[in-house]
T-cell receptor, first 112, second 118 residues
C-alpha cells in the first residue's frame, strides 16, 4: 500500500535555527510530491511541489525541498526559521490516480 | 490559487441528526472534489472522491450510506453526515481537484468544517 512517513512528530527550534523535516514515501510509480503547511486555525496551504525536472524545489517563505528518487525522500528545509513558521507541516504524495496521500504531519514550534 | 469556501465552519449537533456541509470553489471549476477528514493531531485522510455528475468513490472503511456526497455542479459539492454519532466528530475538509481544462493537477483546500456531535 502507498504510504507517506514523516519522521518527526514534533520539532522545537529557536529562531534562526535551520530546519529539516524528513519525508519518505512508498510508491513505485511516478509521483507528484507536495509539502503543505497548516498554521494554527487556518486551512492547508501549499508550500511547494515537485512534478518533474530539477529535484531541488524552492517554495514560498524561504522553504525548499529536495527530491531524492533513490531514497524515496522529499525532505523539507529552511536555513533560518522564524517564530511565524510555527505550524503543522504535511508531506503528501499524489499518485497517478490523482489521490493525495498525506504523512502524519510534523508540528513545528519555533521559540522566539 | 483557487478560492474554496466551506459552510458551516463549525457545527455542533446532537447524536442521531444529519449535518450537511457545503463546499464551493468560488473561482475554479472543479471536475473532481476530494473530501478529507482530519482527527485531532492526525493527518488528513481521504474519505471519498467525487466527479461532477457521477457517484462518489469511497475509500476503504468509509461508509457510503453514512457520508453522502453530492457533486451537482462544477462549483458546489456537499457532504452529508447522516445519523451522526460522537465518533464522527472531526474536521472535514474539501478539496477541488483539477480545473476544467487545466494541464496539471493541483489541489486547493477549503478552510474546513469542525463537526462536534454530542
Amino acid at each position: 500500500a502507498q504510504s507517506v512517513s514523516q519522521h518527526n512528530h514534533h520539532v522545537i527550534l529557536s529562531e534562526a535555527a535551520s530546519l529539516e523535516l524528513g519525508c519518505n514515501y512508498s510508491y513505485g510509480g511516478t509521483v507528484n510530491l507536495f509539502w503543505y503547511v497548516q498554521y494554527p486555525g487556518q486551512h492547508l496551504q501549499l508550500l511547494l511541489k515537485y512534478f518533474s525536472g530539477d529535484p531541488l524545489v524552492k517554495g514560498i517563505k524561504g522553504f525548499e525541498a529536495e527530491f531524492i528518487k533513490s531514497k524515496f525522500s522529499f525532505n523539507l528545509r529552511k536555513p533560518s526559521v522564524q517564530w511565524s513558521d510555527t505550524a503543522e507541516y504535511f508531506c503528501a504524495v499524489e499518485n497517478q490516480g490523482g489521490k493525495l496521500i498525506f504523512g502524519q504531519g510534523t508540528e513545528l514550534s519555533v521559540k522566539p | 490559487g483557487a478560492v474554496v469556501s466551506q459552510h458551516p465552519s463549525r457545527v455542533i449537533c446532537k447524536s442521531g441528526t444529519s449535518v450537511k456541509i457545503e463546499c464551493r470553489s468560488l473561482d475554479f471549476q472543479a471536475t473532481t472534489m476530494f473530501w478529507y477528514r482530519q482527527f485531532p493531531k492526525q493527518s488528513l485522510m481521504l474519505m471519498a472522491t467525487s466527479n461532477e455528475g457521477s457517484k462518489a468513490t469511497y475509500e476503504q472503511g468509509v461508509e457510503k450510506d453514512k457520508f453522502l456526497i453530492n457533486h451537482a455542479s462544477l462549483t458546489l459539492s456537499t457532504l452529508t453526515v447522516t445519523s451522526a454519532h460522537p465518533e464522527d466528530s472531526s474536521f472535514y475538509i474539501c478539496s477541488p481537484g483539477s480545473e476544467l481544462g487545466s494541464s496539471y493537477n493541483e489541489q486547493f483546500f477549503g478552510p474546513g468544517t469542525r463537526l462536534t456531535v454530542l
